[in-house]
């Protein structure tokens, strides 16, 4: 059975940093895309940023680029996000997915953005950030 499981999350102090980690089982995401998204209480549920499948390619919403950094460890099959310089506003219960395509290299502008495009979901790891 195939499962995404993200850890790291936390409370911290607006101005700090947390990285999550999501680890793949049941098969390996080596070759495949995936992103983080996020959902806040009463919103819908956002882009946060994606890798494509050999790590060479990144996108990262307007929100989080140049306090997030999204990567992967294919030897461990697992993906991570590093959130610096959090923000209040980064409060969220944040979701990693993966990709079924096999080693995709042609998107739309917005492939990556669209959580209908993506076939596994983790369960979700709560960021609560304080002012």
């Known amino acids: 059975q195939v499962q995404l499981v993200e850890s790291g999350g936390g409370l911290v102090q607006a101005g700090g940093s947390l990285k999550l980690s999501c680890a793949a089982s049941?098969?390996?995401?080596?070759?495949?895309?995936m992103g983080w998204f996020r959902q806040a209480p009463g919103k819908e549920r956002e882009f946060v940023a994606a890798i494509n499948w050999s790590g060479g390619s990144t996108d990262y919403a307007e929100s989080v680029k140049g306090r997030f950094t999204i990567s992967r460890d294919n030897a461990k099959n697992t993906v991570y996000l590093q959130m610096n310089s959090l923000k209040p506003e980064d409060t969220a219960v944040y979701y990693c997915?993966?990709?079924?395509?096999?080693?995709?290299?042609?998107?739309?502008?917005?492939?990556?953005?669209?959580?209908?495009?993506?076939?596994?979901w983790g369960q979700g790891t709560q960021v609560t950030v304080s002012s």
């Open positions: 049941g098969r390996t995401f080596n070759n495949h895309a």
């Open positions: 997915a993966a990709d079924a395509a096999y080693r995709r290299t042609s998107y739309s502008s917005r492939y990556l953005r669209t959580p209908s495009n993506y076939d596994y």
